[in-house]
């Protein structure tokens, strides 16, 4: 089974490299894009398990970013981290497709648990997917 | 033309304007600890292959001793800023260095500024303390106003430069966008308030961005003598641009 490849995307640089390498250690394929505009490009690009993005954004803010991630690939499994969670946030995210919504400073085997999680939830979602077109194409 | 508003108003704004500072930097602090947190994790890590005596694991627990410093720094540096920010409502209008507020007025709009993807450039030169009359908090909260104005109506340079002169009676400090300022609906709002809260500062607007030369606050040097409580203060004595302190 190959690793799961996943997608940070976060406006903290060192933050995001730190985690990164923190994730890289527990056998992840790890990218990172330092802004929404950025990871949207490389979720076009690259086929990701899972994406972990940010709220609070230069440019293209948190919010815009799950839109347009989910755009292009609406299985995607997207998990917010965000220290901006709020009620309104959460439900926002939600209502646009977000799987999980995290509060930073969140756990790393948390994180690990929530991208596992999200893998497993990205391929039932892809078997449906395929269920779907194989019933409509009979 | 601007128009009068009210002292009711004018309160509103600055309680509007300290509950900003306050929120931007609790966000900036928190990324530096949620940094800080990860990088112990890190160090978590690799503590075990360290202490096995793996060369590449030993290197680099010196650099994350170094990189927990620059965090830690970063929220000291906030801490400080903050709390001389807190102290700037006291009510002290005589000596306070103009540098001084300039640098707080921008350390806190820098968020802002790089959040809407902009640049601030500070043309503040180092020299000799210029100590004003004044409300710092009210001028602060000015330049804060005169920056949010500006990034409406910025071009596509994204940048925007504050410089501080030194005149005969006073300081000047100047806030300008490299391209021709686009006048839009918020302005006429924005720039009535930064009219006001400069006056109520103890200062003058002299010019607007509408007439093509960006925003220019004047502000009288402190002509005044210093009480010994303002010497308390850590106010230095026998200094400042154009200042008569006895």
């Known amino acids: 089974m190959s690793a799961d490849r996943v997608l940070l995307i976060d406006d903290e640089m060192e933050f995001v490299e730190v985690l990164a390498e923190r994730l890289r250690a527990r056998g992840l394929e790890v990218e990172v894009a330092f802004s929404g505009m950025d990871g949207v490009k490389k979720s076009q690009a690259t086929k990701f398990d899972a994406v972990v993005l940010d709220f609070a954004m230069p440019g293209m803010d948190g919010i815009h970013a799950l839109k347009a991630l989910l755009a292009g690939t609406p299985e995607l499994p997207v998990i917010l981290l965000t220290g901006q969670a709020t009620i309104k946030t959460a439900m926002d995210a939600t209502r646009l497709g977000a799987v999980e919504i995290l509060e930073k400073p969140t756990d790393i085997t948390t994180l690990m648990e929530k991208i596992r999680e999200a893998r497993t939830r990205h391929g039932v979602r892809a078997a449906e997917r395929v269920r779907r077109q194989m019933q409509e194409t009979r | ?246």
């Open chain 2, 1 to 246: 033309m601007a128009e009068t508003l009210s002292e009711n108003h004018i309160c509103e704004q600055e309680v509007l304007y300290f509950s900003r500072v306050l929120s931007g930097q609790c966000h900036e602090m928190a990324n530096a600890l949620n940094i800080a947190r990860e990088l112990c994790g890190l160090h978590e890590d690799i503590f075990p292959r360290a202490r096995e005596g793996h060369a590449d694991a030993v290197e680099k627990l010196g650099s994350l001793a170094h990189r927990m410093q620059t965090q830690i720094d970063r929220c000291h540096a906030i801490v400080r800023t903050l709390g001389h920010f807190a102290h700037s409502a006291d009510g002290t209008r005589l000596g306070c260095d103009v540098r001084e507020i300039v640098e707080r007025a921008l350390f806190f709009a820098a968020r802002q500024v790089r959040l809407r993807q902009a640049e601030l450039q500070a043309v503040v030169p180092a020299g000799d303390v210029q100590l004003v009359e004044c409300n710092p908090f009210l001028l602060q909260q000015a330049i804060h106003a005169g920056t949010e104005l500006l990034l409406e109506g910025i071009g596509q340079s994204r940048r925007i430069t504050v410089g501080l002169t030194p005149e005969t009676a006073g300081a000047v400090v100047t806030l300008a966008s490299a391209d021709p300022f686009v006048c839009n609906d918020a302005a006429p709002a924005l720039l009535a308030e930064i009219t006001a809260t400069v006056q109520a500062a103890g200062g003058e607007l002299r010019e607007t961005p509408e007439s093509g030369g960006g925003l220019k606050f004047f502000i009288p040097y402190c002509r005044r003598g210093l009480t010994s409580a303002d010497s308390e203060l850590g106010i230095p004595k026998g200094t400042g641009g154009g200042c008569d302190v006895s």
